[in-house]
């Protein structure tokens, strides 16, 4: 079992992060104790602000020591409780170790600190002239929070997911050792690739603080064409053609009258043509107008002459693509002000699949009398499902919840998806996982934690039980 | 009924400069878009259009030949016919030469029901374009529309908005509105009607084509407005720090927000 913290615990950590970073009882924040969800929820014993990796250096020294477990949180923007300090002990709070350490122009690379946000990355790098290309829809999530969830996000299709950006990394272990695994170096080859163990492991193998991001040439164009469709399935049954035909979209994003209503009504406003049944919502990025005309062309003959089309509409200046692009962007708020409570899915499907996957959830919605809206990011497969709880009772709530998403994982996997996308495992999906992988992965995985971890005092209760 | 609806190129980018000398916008002609009060400006004008059957809506620009583009963009969204007026000797106008010629196209192309301006563009941002046409021409105007409530054959009912009132308008024909953003969702370019209207003849119109023919009331030389100096704008920012309880910066915060009136 763990250790309860005692107050000579205390006295160590406010030596090592001073007394004004130390904080307990009713002096710690009470939405600490959950993410942005909510569904789990946990005080920490004592929460611990760090600014600087010495400091958690010598506090995992401690707490390995002291069988202390130890919950590492950002900007607690996640959506599976892996922020949350279960097993109580310390909450250690990376939001204030926030700085950009270097931009390379020459290597191409951006040394950041874990907590550094991702909207503050992005203004700074395109600034002068570098994209970092991920782009998950939380702009305040903190970069550590992106890596330690292997964060995806819409432009996904063209760029790929964080763990593609991530050159190196600087972590300390749950012994207190730090290490460097990668670097500025665009291959490697050598030995185990530590560094991608460490992303997407969900704060459970070690603490990252310190990022290398690898950065490229900012785009100067960027177009969204806004393409409406008679029916759902022959919007989505267009999307692994778009892909393959042509220019390759950066983001490919569906959208249904339904889910578009509640985005409307929560801000206030239509966006252009909101009358047809559902849409396609293509990004495009390049460096000249003749390019991204020349594309545009190309595309939008292809939607209308082959994909069956109703019409392609050009979103082009910042206000069109506001105007389009601000229902899209406020989908889980509107979602999530609909209702009382909700809970989430965020399977990943080979793209062919969404048609019979959506289907088949439209039914279960139906089956169970529970409303469960969604969207999605068609391009690459990974759908954002909610089940709304609205005026249902606890018992029948927790019981839809129990056979819904069983039934929805199960249909997943039979058709060669997994549990989650991009918003990880954490607390709240374990139990799928478990399903899907299988005893050996399961043993694989155990056998890994074990040699980072083993006395099982970072993250624990995460990912695996 | 016969819609004239004015546009202007303007940049793309808040990042303008200016010519230190001479205080005129330097203009980069790959960096351009439709002025987006322009884009409520037609949004308007296609549903009045679409209000009474057989109308028109004939979309204008002044500007260098470059300009043309933001005609062919008005054709995407849904405009019928446009016209652009162009002649070297029209640079370096400003707000009223600007109205003047604006009211001699309009003039030339004659025989309309309704002229409609975006309330200002977002270089010159002076809003004032649209009423001096409206002088010019001798007709009545109705500033910051944001919807038609209403349309007959002999005029029209509008509704404008104001910073605290709304007012409901009857305006009778031949008129001119300018149009307020943030009511109306602005439809975006068609690639079907591109497909349709790439090839559809814009006409063009220079100095002799108008009904004034005199240089000397356009450009330049017909602006009585000097600019006495040009300076950048101060981008300083300051920051205040307020402390207190929670309530009371609540309370602050608050009455922040109020007093900007985002509450």
């Not at chain 1, 490697?188 to 460490?198: E, F, P, Q």
């Amino acid at each position: 079992m763990y250790t309860k913290i005692r107050n000579r615990d205390l006295k160590v950590f406010e030596d090592i992060v001073g007394a004004a970073h130390v904080h307990v009882g009713a002096a710690i924040d009470a939405d600490l104790a959950h993410d942005e969800l909510g569904t789990v929820a946990a005080q920490p014993e004592v929460h611990l602000v760090v600014t600087d990796k010495h400091q958690i250096e010598a506090i995992m020294t401690h707490c390995n020591q002291e069988k202390i477990p130890v919950t590492v949180r950002g900007s607690g923007t996640g959506l599976v409780g892996a922020c949350v300090p279960i097993h109580g002990g310390v909450l250690l709070d990376m939001s204030k170790l926030n700085k950009i350490i270097e931009l390379d122009p020459l290597n191409m690379t951006l040394r950041v600190e874990p907590g550094v946000l991702l909207m503050d990355i992005a203004e700074y790098v395109e600034k002068q002239g570098f994209l970092y290309a991920p782009d998950p829809g939380e702009k305040s999530a903190t970069i550590g929070g992106n890596i330690a969830t292997n964060a995806g996000g819409m432009r996904a299709v063209k760029y790929g997911v964080t763990r593609d950006w991530v050159r190196g990394l600087e972590v300390v272990l749950p012994s207190g050792e730090r290490i460097v695994t990668g670097g500025k170096v665009v291959k490697n080859s050598t030995g185990y690739a530590i560094k991608d163990l460490i992303i997407g492991s969900e704060g459970t193998l070690g603490i990252i603080v310190e990022a290398t991001l690898k950065l490229i040439p900012l785009p100067n164009k960027s177009v969204s064409l806004l393409v409406p469709f008679d029916s759902r399935e022959q919007a989505i049954d267009a999307v692994p053609k778009i892909i393959a035909n042509h220019a390759l979209p950066t983001a490919v994003e569906f959208l249904e009258k339904d889910s578009l209503a509640f985005s409307e009504e929560f801000l206030g406003k239509q966006i252009p043509h909101a009358d047809y049944p559902a849409y396609l919502l293509l990004s495009y990025d390049g460096n000249s107008d003749q390019q991204m005309e020349d594309d545009v062309n190309a595309i939008s003959s292809f939607c209308i002459d082959e994909l069956g089309a109703i019409d392609v509409y050009l979103v082009d200046t910042d206000e069109r693509k506001q105007s389009v692009w601000s229902a899209r962007g406020a989908f889980l708020e509107a979602i999530k002000s609909s209702t009382t409570e909700i809970d989430e899915c965020d399977v990943v499907l080979p793209r062919v699949h969404i048609n019979e996957f959506l289907k088949f959830t439209k039914n279960l919605s139906r089956e169970l009398g529970v409303r469960i809206p969604y969207f999605g990011h068609a391009g690459d497969g990974n759908l954002h499902i909610y089940f709304c709880r609205d005026e249902l009772s606890e018992q029948k709530w927790q019981k839809a919840l129990e056979i819904g998403f069983d039934k929805m994982y199960d249909k997943a996997f039979e058709l060669g998806g997994l549990v989650s996308g991009e918003h990880g495992i954490g607390y709240a999906k374990k139990a799928y996982m478990e399903r899907q992988v299988g005893p050996a992965q399961m043993t694989l995985m155990r056998g890994i934690k074990q040699v980072f971890d083993p006395n099982n005092i970072l993250n624990p209760g995460k990912i695996l039980s | 009924m016969n819609i004239i609806t004015c546009v202007k190129q303007v940049p793309a980018s808040s990042q303008v400069d200016v010519d230190p000398d001479t205080g005129v916008l330097i203009r980069d002609g790959n960096n351009v878009k439709m002025n987006p009060y322009d884009l409520y400006a037609l949004e308007l004008s296609f549903q009045l259009r679409d209000k009474r059957a057989g109308s028109t809506v004939h979309t204008v620009t002044m500007g260098p030949p470059s300009a043309r583009q933001v005609l062919l963009e008005s054709f995407f969204m849904g405009g019928d016919e446009a016209t652009l007026v162009s002649d070297p000797r029209f640079a370096g106008a400003d707000v009223l030469a600007t109205a003047y010629t604006l009211s001699q196209l309009i003039r030339t192309i004659g025989n309309f029901d309704v002229v409609v301006c975006g309330k200002q563009t977002t270089d010159g941002d002076t809003a004032q374009v649209g009423p001096e046409i409206a002088e010019f021409l001798g007709i009545p105007h109705v500033p910051y529309v944001i919807d038609i409530l209403n349309v007959t054959d002999r005029g029209m009912r509008v509704r404008s908005i104001y910073d605290a009132h709304d007012e409901i308008v009857d305006v009778a024909f031949p008129c001119l509105i300018t149009v307020e953003k943030g009511h109306l969702v602005p439809r975006l370019p068609s690639y079907r009607r591109k497909l349709a209207y790439r090839d559809h003849p814009i006409g063009l119109v220079a100095l002799s084509d108008l009904v004034d023919p005199n240089p000397d009331h356009y450009g330049l030389k017909g602006s009585p407005t000097q600019v006495e100096a040009i300076f950048p704008p101060d981008k300083r920012t300051e920051s205040v720090r307020h402390t207190g309880t929670k309530t009371e910066l609540a309370q602050t915060l608050f009455d922040l927000l109020k007093e900007s009136k985002y509450v």
